[in-house]
């Protein structure tokens, strides 16, 4: 399986702050690979696909960046209702599998 | 505006087995790939595996011994079997559609809490 590492765990920001969350492949992947975010109690919701590509109806404050193994999800100006956890996910090949989320925070 | 809908029993006991049909409305279910995720309390996500609408299936090695996946597209509807289940199995399941554009998923059921406990 490929294992997909995201850093920080956990990170804490301001609304206005720019924060940047990285994912990492344990082997490359091509652009396979997406960010969700998801709120407490709620199913995840698709941020970006393709690594760099925003899901429709989704606010253009959210980034996505790289290839191969290294990618990065941002947030140029966090809003109140960006407070969530992210997590990776890769296509590539079966079986999917995500990464362990990254907690965002309010400082 | 496609919705997904898990329904099923809420608790299971151990060694039985969870039965789980997620239906779909607002959009066939024709042309796409149905996928049952997993997500233990406060733990991370687990694919379970995917149902082309054909009825082709791909299971997490890691379950595959234990898990089926059917469509019904009579009814829009998919299941997930999930056989001897045990205490590691309570998670919220997930029922989602896979994009097919790349293995993204695009729309979610909300989930449903599924206990394992005698």
């Known amino acids: 399986d490929i294992q997909m590492t995201q850093s920080p765990s956990s990170v804490s920001a301001s609304v206005g702050d720019r924060v940047t969350i990285t994912c990492r492949a344990s082997?490359?992947?091509?652009?396979?690979l997406n960010w969700y975010q998801q709120k407490p109690g709620k199913a995840p919701q698709l941020l970006i696909h393709?690594?760099?590509s925003l899901q429709s109806g989704v606010p253009s404050r959210f980034s996505g960046s790289g290839s191969g193994t290294d990618f990065t999800l941002s947030i140029s100006s966090l809003q109140p209702e960006d407070f969530a956890t992210y997590f990776c996910?890769?296509?590539?090949?079966?079986?999917?599998?995500f990464g362990q989320g990254t907690k965002l925070e309010n400082k | 505006q496609v919705e997904l809908q898990e329904s099923g029993p809420g608790l299971v006991k151990p060694s039985e087995t969870l039965s789980l049909t997620c239906t779909v409305s607002?959009?066939?279910?024709?042309?796409?790939?149905w996928t049952w995720i997993r997500q233990p309390p406060g733990k991370g996500i687990e694919w379970i595996g995917y149902i082309y609408y054909s009825g082709g299936t791909n299971y997490n090695p890691s379950l595959k011994s234990r898990v089926t996946i059917s469509v019904d597209t009579s009814k829009n509807q998919f299941s997930l079997i999930l056989r001897s289940v045990t205490a590691a199995d309570t998670a919220v399941y997930y029922c989602a559609r896979d994009a097919t554009r790349g293995g993204d998923f695009d729309y979610w059921g909300q989930g449903t809490l599924v206990t394992v406990s005698s």
């Open positions: 082997q490359s992947i091509s652009s396979y």
């Open positions: 607002g959009g066939s279910i024709s042309g796409y790939y």
């Open positions: 996910q890769q296509s590539y090949i079966t079986p999917r599998t």
């Open positions: 393709a690594a760099s």
